[in-house]
């Protein structure tokens, strides 16, 4: 039998962190279908609620892109579940509690802004570091992408303005799929 190696040992904890995101935007997503009429839908946050589901298969595909490093320390596997940690808490400050009868998804989302965008900026930043730690950082597509990633979730943490969240809503996923 083959020893496990350290990324196989680490990436368990990922992948559960991961799955914890995922579940908790699929049981959501569910929760909407089952209680569509107490709920009054808010584009900007199903638009998230997508996102989200592809930012953290994008998180555990990194993570395997990380499979050949080597020298792992208990410091830089805790770096390395940050963006992770991120991830799951974005998925649970996206969905309201829905149990709590009517939900209002444009109240919550307003009510999150700041946390939910400032996060979205936080894994942005940590994404930056690690790439510059690695000697990753260059500027390419991804990094482009990653800047104005930044840019976007930095102005909608500031940015009230119903329009400027619609269309972030919808131009995030677009920049993520270009």
């Not at 196989?8 to 962190?17: A, G, K, R, T």
């Not at 997503?29 to 009429?37: D, F, K, P, T």
């Not at 998230?48 to 208990?74: C, E, N, S």
């Amino acid at each position: 039998m083959a020893a496990v190696s350290p990324f196989e040992y680490l990436s368990v904890l990922i992948s559960v962190i991961v799955g914890l995101g995922i579940s908790h935007l699929l049981t959501g997503v569910a929760r909407l279908i089952q209680l569509r009429r107490k709920i009054r839908l808010y584009p900007p946050t199903l638009l998230w609620m997508a996102m989200l589901f592809i930012l953290q298969i994008q998180i555990w595909w990194v993570a395997y892109m990380r499979r050949g490093d080597a020298g792992w320390t208990f410091f830089s596997f805790v770096g390395f579940l940050v963006i992770p940690i991120i991830g799951y808490l974005l998925c649970y400050l996206v969905i309201p509690d829905l149990e709590s009868g009517s939900v209002d998804l444009r109240a919550t989302y307003h009510a999150n802004r700041v946390w939910f965008f400032g996060l979205l900026a936080a894994a942005v930043v940590v994404s930056l570091a690690q790439n510059a730690a690695r000697g990753a950082l260059v500027l390419d597509p991804d990094t482009a992408f990653l800047l104005v990633f930044l840019l976007l979730s930095v102005a909608g943490a500031a940015i009230r303005h119903e329009w400027f969240h619609v269309a972030n809503a919808f131009l995030a996923p677009a920049l993520f799929c270009v």
